[in-house]
């Protein structure tokens, strides 16, 4: 071939151009292919690859390697992938025509959607293949020639060397004007156009060269077909050889078959001899459901059977060359197309001469089983069938021996036999175990054997041997085996001589049993016995046995001492009825009990041998023999008269504890209530019933912290006695109080097995000590009157000096104004100071700082002692910070103050100290008065004590004194000496860090906050009062109406509307809070000032559904005042 070669692989092809590659190896075709089409997509052509010898996926992985987006391209459509049934074949056929038009019509629709021109290449291997109309390839290359010179269009044509031969590849140069050879592009000098080459008769050519390459296909394929049948064959011997679990056999066969001989499918039926027919057992391949059809058709002829069938009943090899054409294979042809089937062969093979099997091969072409195959398969199924009777035999004889086994396993029974001139022994398996060695292991000789015995055993096995050898005679002995590392071994040994033709003794042949079993059991009956008359002796209860007519056979020694008794003798000679009941009519009764029950459990007295009476509790069985008579009676007799007596003392302590009257709770360690007693009932409304089985928690009122509970259960998990005091609810919902103790309760081992709370109410005392305080107080406030009349009558004196110098000196109207306002907040202090004395509330502790409270309470204690009495308060800098009730605080000092001033009847000092000591806050209070005798110092905090004469004190206050310390968890500690003088130290815990202070009153500002002119309405009955209130209200710049009652008020104009509403608590017609709420109704948005004389607790409690509001204390000051407007004001 002659050309020149262009400067590269596609120097620049155009639409039109027809080219072809030959190439010979994979490199050379992705080398020129990938170029080739990238180029195409880069010049935006539309390009399609039509694949045959390759796949699309090979194909777009060379665009790939070059970096090319081919999802892109393919998404978008410029890129596309053929197969030879899309382009070159149509309805099966190749047709030049129908190629050249489908080459014009894609042309014309890559341009009509926006394409530059159409790429095409194709493999042009399907032409090997012999499709119909593929002789014309050569025809339709050259006529090519004539469609793409001036159309949008150019092509590849690849040619793989290796597959076709040089003369076809000849007249392919003949039909190109380019080629390809590997990377190299040819101007093809051999090119013939197409009307000087299709005279020649190229089609004839090929189908010469195509006829001739099939005859030499189809022998190489008939070679390859039965290599592979052979391998196959080979492989299935080497499968018999190693598999012997019938069923994967034949399931490997027919793999093997399908995997390795290229069949469809191919499946093994055992033959039912009954019915005639085979049944699946092992299948593989497609369609390998068809070897579950019937064997006989429905719509079938009479006597229609598949091949298998007709392969069992006919016991010979049937052969279906094609089941497209065969008559007898017709009811199943339309399944057998379904699946691909074309042929078939149907083999049986026999096992012990009898056909008990079928193999059936099935094949997708026609023909498949002609000459050598049916002979093969043949002797595949002979193979087959010798390999299942083979593994039927093996498994008959394993079956057998391991009957054989598993009887003399079970019975614990070894075989043998002797051949005494080779001396060799042979053993069965369970002979082996029975001497401890592995089954299978080497055999002993006679002199090995004798070692696996004790010396005594041996020496007499070894003389009954030579006996038998001798006489003839078999033996029979127990022997004990030497095991070292285990418990005694025993075996029964049996052996017998056998003989040879000539009657001579040749060996011996025997058994081994091991009987180890029942020498043990015989042992262990002698034990028992044994072991029966040392328990019989030596319990603790009495044993007895008793004859049917009423004699004691038997008893052991706790019996005969329980009975008073000193031998077996003296109580065999008793009679049971006359010696031993006190009551003989228990005898009866109790042999009732035997009838009705079997087995008697009753309590009966006794006579001992003194006369005395015993309380026992008797267990009676009766024995008896075979034919169910009672032979003797069986039986346990304990004392129980101490315990009688100690059940009765303690029900009489029960009854003691259902008499208390403190509440008794016993509860498991979980906390659930077992027991309560009537006390708990009469106190808490729970019945025992509805009390046990449920917490205590039904008692809790949420009054105590969760704190206050881990402390309690932390102490009780310890072990510990718990005391303390808890406010419960009852179960109508009121609430009582009570003082405490549970006490962990311990069982044998030491684990708490309950807790046991006694609980005494003592809210009758909690209420009378409240009022015992009360009274305490109101004794103080008698005492506190006095000091206050003659305080305020000083003051009236002062107030009304200063009234009448303003009325004859107004020049000196500023100092005496100041002077008298002075006496007045003198005057209100002392009201201060006594409500908070006297207020009766419960207690609420607040942080206080103690120098503030002694600082404050020492300005009223002054005016309660006598004026020869010093008061002297010594406070530090720093605050002493404490939690405690204000109120009681105060009550504290006061007794403790009255006390010692009544000490000092001649006069003298009190002290009043505070401090701090680590954690705990300090006050005390000293007097240098009589002192306290030694001898009654520990009684002073009894109730009802007192050191004073008749009529002067109860003899409570210290007592009051030391519950109010100790409920705020505090002390008090005493020194004293006679004549010198006494000092009450209070002992406190100290309060957090930082805690807030109780508010205290502010001190008046030097200027008033002004108002803005709102209005405020005064409602205050009392005309001088609301006279003074308006005139500083409207001096502060508020625009004020005043009214002197609710009636009046009601007839103010709702407009303009009022800003805050100033009222006093207590009004002639209605109070203050109830004014308050109908003129909030009326005035949208009012706020609320009350004022009033009482005490800030009364005024927050009678108005506390208003929510919240101002209160002013009378008396107050103009600062006051506007600061109150102010806040109510400048808050919206």
């Not at 012997?244 to 499946?267: D, H, N, S, T, Y």
């Not at 808490?684 to 206050?708: C, D, H, M, W």
């Not at 000196?809 to 908070?836: K, V, Y």
């Not at 709702?1054 to 709420?1077: I, S, Y």
Request: hydrophobic share 40%; glycine share 8%.
């Amino acid at each position: 071939m002659a050309g020149t070669p262009t400067p590269s692989p596609f120097p620049d092809l155009k639409p039109g151009d027809h080219l072809c590659c030959i190439y010979q190896s994979e490199e050379e075709h992705r080398a020129v292919l990938a170029p080739y089409l990238n180029q195409g997509l880069e010049r935006r052509e539309k390009v399609l690859y039509i694949v045959d010898a390759h796949t699309g996926d090979a194909i777009l992985g060379y665009l790939r390697e070059r970096g090319v987006a081919v999802d892109t391209f393919l998404a978008s459509g410029q890129l596309a992938i053929l197969t030879r049934k899309d382009a070159y074949l149509r309805e099966g056929r190749f047709d030049p025509e129908h190629m050249i038009a489908l080459l014009a019509s894609e042309t014309d629709r890559a341009r009509t959607e926006g394409w530059s021109a159409l790429r095409v290449t194709g493999e042009m291997t399907w032409a090997l293949r012999g499709e119909p109309g593929s002789e014309r390839l050569i025809e339709y290359e050259s006529r090519l020639n004539d469609f793409f010179p001036g159309s949008a269009c150019l092509a590849i044509c690849q040619y793989d060397r290796r597959r076709f031969s040089p003369e076809v590849l000849l007249d392919v140069l003949h039909t190109h004007p380019y080629v390809l050879l590997g990377t190299k592009l040819y101007d093809n000098f051999y090119y013939l156009p197409p009307s000087a080459f299709l005279g020649n008769r190229p089609e004839a050519r090929f189908r010469q060269w195509t006829r001739a390459l099939a005859d030499r296909t189809e022998a190489e394929q008939r070679i390859r077909h039965l290599s592979r049948l052979y391998r196959t064959i080979s492989e299935i011997n080497q499968l018999i050889v190693r598999e012997k679990e019938p069923r994967r056999l034949l399931a490997e066969v027919c793999r093997i078959v399908v995997e390795q001989g290229e069949f469809r499918m191919a499946w093994v039926g055992l033959a039912d001899r009954a019915a005639g027919v085979a049944t699946p057992v092992a299948s593989c391949g497609a369609g390998a459901d068809f070897a579950d059809e019937p064997g006989a058709s429905p719509g079938a002829a009479a006597g229609a059977l598949r091949p298998a069938t007709r392969a069992v009943r006919d016991q010979r090899t049937v052969v279906v060359d094609d089941t497209e054409t065969d008559p007898t294979f017709a009811p199943w042809r339309k399944a057998a197309a379904a699946r691909g089937f074309r042929s078939c062969a149907a083999v049986p093979f026999r096992i012990g001469g009898e056909v008990r099997g079928v193999i059936a091969v099935y094949a997708s072409v026609p023909g498949a089983f002609t000459g050598e195959v049916v002979p093969l398969f043949q002797e595949v199924a002979g193979d087959l069938g010798h390999a299942l009777a083979a593994i039927e035999t093996e498994r008959a004889l394993r079956k057998r021996e391991f009957e054989l086994n598993e009887s003399q396993r079970l019975a614990h029974v070894g075989c043998w036999d002797w051949d005494v001139a080779r001396d060799t022994i042979w053993w069965s398996d369970e002979y082996y175990r029975i001497y401890g060695l592995e089954p299978g292991g080497p055999t002993p000789n006679y002199a090995e054997h004798l070692n696996a015995y004790r010396p005594e055993s041996a020496e007499r096995l070894d003389a009954a041997v030579r006996r038998a050898m001798e006489t003839g005679e078999p033996y029979e002995i127990d022997l004990e085996l030497a095991r070292p590392t285990e418990r005694t071994r025993w075996i029964a040994a049996r052996g017998e001589p056998w003989r040879d033709g000539a009657g001579t003794v040749r060996g011996l042949r025997g058994t081994v049993q091991d009987i180890t079993a029942r020498r043990l059991a015989e042992e262990t009956l002698r034990r028992s016995e044994e072991k029966y008359r040392t328990i019989f002796e030596e319990s603790f209860d009495g044993l007895f046995i008793t004859s049917p007519e009423g004699r004691i056979v038997d008893m052991n020694r706790k019996g005969i001492a329980m009975f008073g008794y000193a031998t077996k003798e003296e109580v065999q000679s008793l009679d049971l009825v006359r010696d031993v009941y006190a009551d003989p009519a228990d005898r009866e009764r109790i042999l009732a009990l035997v009838r009705a029950h079997g087995v008697a459990e009753y309590e009966v007295v006794v006579k001992k041998k003194s006369g005395e009476k015993m309380i026992t509790r008797c267990s009676l069985v009766p024995v008896r023999d075979g034919a169910g008579a009672v032979t003797f009676f069986r039986g346990i007799v304990r004392d129980i008269t101490s315990r009688r007596r100690l059940e009765e003392a303690m029900r009489r302590s029960a009854t003691a504890i259902e008499q208390l009257s403190e509440s008794v709770v016993v509860t498991d360690p979980n906390g659930v209530i077992e027991y309560v007693n009537p006390a708990f009932s009469r106190v808490t409304g729970y019945n025992r019933e509805e009390a046990v089985g449920r917490n205590p928690r039904i008692l809790k009122s949420g009054k105590q912290p969760p704190e206050f509970y881990r402390e309690m259960w932390a102490i009780l998990l310890r072990g510990e006695v718990w005391h303390g005091h808890i406010v419960n609810r009852r179960k109508d919902g009121t609430l009582f109080e009570e003082d405490v103790t549970i006490s962990p309760v311990r069982d044998d081992r030491g684990a708490i097995a309950h807790y046991v709370a006694v609980k005494r109410d003592v809210t009758q005392e909690i209420a009378l000590e409240a009022q015992l305080r009360q009274s305490q107080k109101m004794d103080a406030v008698g005492r506190l009157a006095g000091g206050i009349a003659h305080d305020f009558n000083n003051l009236l004196q002062a107030m009304l000096s200063h009234t009448q110098l303003l009325q004859r000196a107004p020049e000196q109207a500023r100092a005496d104004l100041a002077e008298l306002e002075a006496q007045i907040r003198r005057g209100a202090a002392l009201t201060r100071q006594l409500m908070l004395f006297s207020r009766r509330e419960e207690a609420r502790r607040e942080p206080l700082d103690l120098g503030a409270v002694v600082a404050e309470a020492g300005k009223l204690l002054r005016r309660l002692v006598r004026e020869n009495v010093e008061v002297v308060v010594e406070a530090p800098e720093r605050p002493v910070i404490t939690a405690a009730d204000r109120g009681q605080l105060d009550q504290v000092l006061m007794n403790l103050a009255l006390n010692a001033a009544d000490a000092m009847p001649n006069g003298g000092r009190l002290t009043i100290r505070t401090g701090t000591a680590a954690d705990e806050a300090w006050l005390a209070v000293q007097d240098t008065g009589c002192g306290i005798p030694e001898s009654v110092r520990d009684k002073v905090f009894e109730p009802f004590f007192t050191t004073k004469p008749a009529g002067h004190g109860t003899g409570l206050g210290l007592s009051v004194v030391h519950g109010i310390v100790t409920d705020h968890g505090g002390r008090i500690e005493l020194e004293s000496e006679v004549g010198a003088g006494t000092t009450f130290r209070i002992v406190l815990p100290r309060a957090a860090p930082g805690a807030p202070l109780a508010a205290s009153a502010a001190r008046p500002e030097e200027a008033p906050p002004a108002g803005r002119g709102e209005r405020v309405l005064v409602v205050e009955d009392e005309t001088a009062a609301r006279e003074g209130l308006v005139a500083i209200l409207r001096s502060l710049g508020y625009d004020v109406t005043a009214t002197g009652s609710a009636a009046e008020t009601a007839r103010l104009a709702p407009e303009p509307p009022f800003h805050v509403l100033l009222t006093d608590l207590m009004l002639p017609d209605v109070d203050g809070a109830t004014l308050a709420r109908g003129a909030a109704d009326r005035w949208r948005g009012l706020h609320v000032i009350l004022m009033s004389g009482y005490a800030e607790e009364d005024v927050r409690r009678r108005s506390a559904e208003l929510g919240h509001v101002e209160f002013l204390q009378k008396p107050f000051d103009m600062h006051a005042l506007a600061r109150a407007l102010r806040r109510v004001l400048d808050a919206t």
